[in-house]
């Protein structure tokens, strides 16, 4: 997709016919001269102009398009892009707008990223969206669990029977958390005793003592989550253990994580986790030259990306490889990776 640009006028500077004849004469017969003797030059070539991209993120009070604006920023650097960051309403948007050729690049979920590839849930309808295709691998997204001090609540089996609000049924983190949940043992009649307040007032049930603990999933630095640290004392819940194993084996879409140590007062060591991973897409017709130069100008600066945004401060050139295969990987984003020494030939 290419942004109109505005043309820039160059304004002519007209020299005045001031030399007296003869020393005109003279200096169009040294010109002459010169001409005749002196082979011709060809005009420097002219250096090719950046090609655009336009990256759909997410909302502006949301983490994707910060995050893209930091992929963007490392990919112009070379000149031989120009990556433009537009402001959207996430992952299942991002990849509409991507299948309707709207966009040229979208930040989107994995789990979202593996079901409109193979056209499953809210992307049934329309059908598998066989020409998607990755290109990296960004940060985490994890489920964030935070319960009271004086909860006893110290892994993720101590929930069980307990009063957990893990979000509105049907939301993203409430299918995620009960994905977990059944694989450590929960029942039917286990889930049903979650209660579903929004993420917005998650913060407020765990301080008037509505909820023993709290579910979000979520990039971070978050401020929901902020808010229930540093407002209601919550203290995160590792998620760790075989059946976390088993499910990352299970699903592509789904990678162990950690909550980095640091990003929130009082929790200095890194928490285990699980969750899905914002990714960097693109379509299958999109320019192989561009997408390599794209990809190869962040790999080569991926440890500047923790400058740029704290949530990319654990993402590393192994983690913008991969593994998460939800969809074919583009050949230009392929080629780039393996010049870097970061995938297969």
């Given at each position: 997709m290419?942004?109109?640009?505005?043309?820039?006028?160059?304004?002519?500077?007209?020299v005045p016919a001031l030399l007296a004849p003869s020393v005109a004469?003279?200096?169009?017969?040294?010109?002459?001269?010169?001409?005749?003797?002196?082979?011709a030059m060809a005009p420097p070539a002219a250096k090719p102009a950046p090609r655009d991209l336009v990256l759909g993120t997410g909302a502006v009070t949301g983490l994707y398009l910060p995050v893209g604006a930091?992929?963007?920023?490392?990919?112009?650097r070379d000149g031989r892009v120009r990556c433009l960051v537009e402001a959207t309403e996430g992952s299942v948007f991002n990849l509409n707008a991507l299948r309707a050729g709207e966009i040229d690049l979208a930040i989107a979920q994995s789990d979202w990223v593996r079901q409109a590839f193979?056209?499953?849930?809210?992307?049934?309808?329309?059908?598998?969206?066989?020409?998607?295709?990755?290109?990296?691998?960004?940060?985490?997204?994890?489920?964030?669990?935070?319960?009271t001090p004086d909860s006893g609540i110290a892994g993720f089996a101590d929930l069980k029977g307990r009063t957990v609000n893990a979000?509105?049924?049907?939301?993203?983190?409430?299918?995620?958390?009960e994905t977990v949940a059944r694989r450590f043992g929960w029942t039917d009649a286990d889930l049903a005793g979650l209660s579903d307040l929004p993420p917005d007032r998650q913060g407020e049930s765990l301080c008037d003592g509505r909820a023993e603990a709290?579910?979000?999933?979520?990039?971070?630095?978050?401020?929901?989550?902020?808010?229930?640290v540093t407002g209601c004392s919550g203290v995160f819940v590792p998620i760790e253990g075989a059946p976390v194993e088993a499910l990352v084996a299970e699903r592509s879409d789904l990678v162990k994580a950690v909550i980095p140590g640091g990003?929130?007062?009082?929790?200095?060591?890194?928490?285990?986790s699980v969750g899905v991973a914002a990714?960097?897409?693109?379509?299958?017709?999109?320019?192989?030259?561009?997408?390599?130069?794209?990809?190869?100008?962040?790999?080569?600066?991926?440890?500047?990306?923790?400058?740029?945004h704290p949530a990319l401060r654990a993402v590393g050139r192994d983690t913008l490889a991969g593994p998460v295969a939800v969809a074919p990987r583009h050949p230009g984003a392929e080629r780039a990776l393996t010049e870097a020494g970061l995938a297969s030939p």
């Open positions: 290419t942004i109109p640009r505005r043309s820039l006028l160059g304004a002519a500077l007209a004469a003279a200096a169009r017969n040294t010109a002459a001269q010169t001409a005749a003797t002196q082979p930091a992929l963007c920023s490392l990919a112009n193979t056209g499953e849930g809210r992307f049934a309808a329309a059908g598998p969206f066989a020409d998607l295709r990755t290109v990296l691998t960004l940060h985490a997204e994890t489920l964030a669990i935070l319960a979000g509105p049924a049907g939301s993203a983190v409430r299918t995620l958390f709290v579910v979000f999933a979520a990039g971070h630095p978050n401020g929901a989550v902020m808010q229930a990003l929130y007062p009082g929790a200095d060591e890194d928490v285990p990714m960097l897409v693109t379509a299958a017709a999109a320019d192989e030259g561009v997408i390599h130069d794209l990809t190869r100008s962040i790999l080569d600066r991926a440890e500047d990306l923790g400058g740029l």
